[in-house]
């Protein structure tokens, strides 16, 4: 079991910056990958970043060049700093732990609970 607690949400004006963090805690061991994903009301649930255990990065094309993902193994923690942001950008904001369920190869992800991202124009 792995539990995920997303921070750092709030109201911005356009071109401000945010930093997201996620702490995980629990089964942190299992975890091999995180993620940030994002929730715009009345659309898809969508990749935002990627980070592995050895830190390799990977970015949605919507946020490449304004966001970045990295992670404190000290702290277990993941964060996501978004600069210049948008108003397209307005979304719940999840952070996901990608771990595998118990005893296969089979992977499965805990959610945390989210937080509000708002970016008026």
């Known amino acids: 079991q792995v539990q995920l607690v997303e921070s750092g949400g709030g109201l911005v004006q356009a071109g401000g910056s945010l930093r997201l963090s996620c702490t995980a805690s629990?089964?942190?061991?299992?975890?091999?990958?995180m993620a940030w994903y994002r929730q715009a009301p009345g659309k898809q649930r969508e990749l935002v970043a990627t980070?592995?255990?050895?830190?390799?990065?990977n970015y949605a094309d919507s946020g490449k060049g304004r966001f970045t993902i990295s992670r404190d193994n000290v702290k277990n923690t993941v964060y996501l700093q978004m600069n210049s942001l948008k108003p397209e950008d307005t979304a719940v904001y999840y952070c996901?732990?990608?771990?595998?369920?118990?005893?296969?190869?089979?992977?499965?992800?805990?959610w945390g609970q989210g937080t509000q991202v708002t970016v008026s124009s």
């Open positions: 996901n732990a990608l771990t595998r369920v118990p005893g296969t190869f089979v992977p499965y992800n805990f």
């Open positions: 629990g089964s942190i061991f299992s975890i091999n990958a």
């Open positions: 980070i592995s255990s050895d830190g390799i990065t």
